[in-house]
């Protein structure tokens, strides 16, 4: 499985960016999939997940200010991130995940909030 993510960048503090991702080379519907970041120094975390059930899950500082959508038959996952802050800067990664089976990453999108 390959995962390509697209749609990082530089915004100022307030700014909305779309975050995107495409699976290929799979052949079975994914159980979860979700967006992951990674700031200079610090862990990777969850900011964003669903589930082939219906689920969604977010982390609390991203609430009400993300959004995730895609299909996880179709292998496509997005991140609608609006009012941007500072502290939101990180590179984020898409994953996908089939339970017992694979666990897939993207390689990565920066995205910089600045003024």
């Known amino acids: 499985v390959q995962l390509q993510a697209s749609g990082g960048g530089l915004v100022q503090p307030g700014g909305s960016l779309r975050l995107s991702c495409a699976a290929s080379?799979?052949?079975?519907?994914?159980?979860?999939m979700g967006w992951y970041r990674q700031a200079p120094g610090k862990q990777r975390e969850m900011v964003a997940l669903?589930?082939?059930?219906?689920?969604?899950e977010y982390r609390d500082s991203v609430e009400g200010r993300f959004f995730i959508s895609g299909d996880n038959a179709k292998g496509t996952v997005s991140l609608q991130m609006n009012d941007l802050k500072p502290e939101d800067t990180a590179v984020y990664y898409c994953?996908?995940?089939?339970?017992?089976?694979?666990?897939?990453w993207g390689q990565g999108t920066l995205v910089t909030v600045s003024s």
């Open positions: 080379g799979f052949t079975s519907e994914f159980h979860i």
């Open positions: 669903f589930s082939n059930l219906g689920s969604e």
């Open positions: 994953n996908a995940l089939r339970i017992g089976e694979s666990n897939s």
